[in-house]
């Protein structure tokens, strides 16, 4: 039995072995991580300022009646178009004949008294140059003449007030070329002369519908992005899918406060000479503060990406090693001496040790105030260009490194140090903190991560 049992140890023992051979094997997988991914690409972007406005005539002409009375005729109605001088309505004028005849006579009978006066006067002086009157009668004549030529002359201007009511404020008429948009009147109505408390408006004339204007109401926060000349891209409500262009024309300094909010009127000239846009129209307003073409663009949800399975450390050795990539060899021998005396700090801690990291990286140590390269913003060698080499680089963008994370070669985890432009809300202005001959165009980086 002795000589039998040892090959049947033997036997447990490898198939203790083979059965755990075969667990490990059979051990149920860890979870498996997949990324989305975008592409960094070129394009266009635009930094917008959004506000709310209408659509108004450049300017508008409220015309009042000059007398009263009551409307005869009317000769235009809404939308005609009209000129300077052009008869709108025509009010009744039988009352005023009737006292353009009676002050007619008035005229005739202080004519004839001035005349008849007049004669008396010039009898009157002859008598005085013989001295057969005496002086006081001489003056009295002449006043009487005064008189009668005053009362002449009143005569003459009333009746030349009834005339130029007859002919000119019987007669309503357009003080400048444009179109009706008002009428407020209808024959057989009683109007009051524009100087009456009570008076109205009995037409609206708008000058030129060819040109208008929107007055658009821009917050406080918003309102020093906006500037005379600016590009001005807006929409209607009313006519969807067309988008309209305009200019700034003005801003008006006079604030208004609805419910503590403060806003601004900006004033925006708009083309108008098909004729689609009509007074009053409701418009949604894009002021166009910044645009940059053919950039470097990237979703915004790259640049807020972290890995989720990588600890706080090893995500800021991960940047600090990418920065020292785009590092030159002084700065790069700089950093790691800091890292190394940040290591051996008394009390150092795997907090404090992974924001020493970020520091050096991202605040001070290569990159913070003045980039690789040596100029401002991005520095990135001759020229400053951070892209291909396809198209200027474009104005220096400013601010610490943002990280961009990808899968390198090896599959692993790899972040890329890049500075941020204008942002459309969706996608963001990028260059890259890098060698300038790197080109980015078509790059993946990524999006988010699935378990």
Not at 165 to 185: C, F, K
Request: proline residues 5%; contains cysteine; glycine residues 10%.
């Amino acid at each position: 039995m002795l000589s039998g049992g040892k090959p049947l140890f033997s036997r447990l023992i490898f198939l203790v072995i083979t059965g755990l051979s075969l667990g490990g094997c059979l051990k149920p997988a860890g979870r498996v991580k997949t990324y989305d991914y975008a592409e960094i690409r070129r394009g266009t972007l635009e930094k917008t300022v959004s506000a709310g406005g209408a659509l108004k005539p450049v300017a508008t002409v409220s015309v009042l009646a000059r007398m009263s009375g009551k409307v005869e005729t009317i000769y235009v109605d809404y939308n005609d178009r009209i000129h300077k001088g052009d008869i709108l309505a025509e009010l009744n004028t039988d009352m005023l004949r009737l006292q353009r005849e009676q002050q007619l006579a008035a005229v005739i009978k202080a004519r004839a008294n001035h005349e008849l006066q007049l004669l008396n006067y010039q009898n009157q002086e002859k008598l005085a140059e013989k001295n057969l009157i005496s002086e006081y009668e001489l003056k009295t004549a002449r006043t009487a003449l005064n008189v009668q030529s005053a009362e002449l002359s009143a005569a003459e201007a009333s009746l030349r007030v009834i005339e130029t009511e007859i002919n000119q404020y019987a007669l309503i008429t357009s003080p400048i070329d444009g179109i009706v948009l008002e009428r407020n009147i209808s024959e057989g109505a009683t109007v009051v002369e524009g100087s009456s408390s009570n008076s109205s408006s009995i037409f609206t004339l708008a000058e030129n519908l060819e040109e208008m204007q929107i007055e658009a109401g821009v917050g406080e926060l918003d309102i020093p992005s906006i500037r005379q000349g600016q590009a001005v891209r807006f929409t209607l409500e009313a006519l969807p899918g067309k988008t309209y262009a305009g200019i700034v024309e003005t801003i008006r300094l006079m604030p208004t406060v609805q419910d503590n909010v403060v806003s601004y009127t900006v004033i925006i000239n708009v083309n108008n000479r098909d004729g689609s846009l009509l007074p009053g129209m409701t418009c949604a307003v894009e002021f166009i503060e910044e645009r940059n073409e053919n950039i470097l663009i990237v979703p915004n949800g790259a640049l807020r990406y972290q890995p989720v399975g990588l600890s706080p450390e090893e995500i800021a050795e991960r940047i600090f090693n990418a920065g020292l990539r785009g590092m030159t060899e002084t700065q790069r021998t700089e950093a790691l001496a800091k890292r190394e005396q940040a290591r051996e700090a008394p009390g150092e801690t795997r907090e404090t040790r992974q924001a020493g990291l970020s520091e050096l990286v991202m605040g001070g140590g290569g990159f913070g105030g003045r980039p690789p390269g040596g100029g401002p913003g991005m520095g990135n060698g001759p020229g400053n260009r951070g892209d291909s080499g396809n198209a200027p680089a474009g104005p220096a963008l400013e601010g610490a490194p943002k990280t961009l994370w990808y899968l390198n070669g090896e599959g692993k985890l790899d972040c890329l140090l890049v500075r941020t432009g204008i942002s459309d809300g969706s996608f963001t202005e990028i260059r890259p903190v890098l060698a300038p001959e790197e080109d980015l165009t078509g790059m993946r980086v990524i999006l988010r991560e699935r378990v």
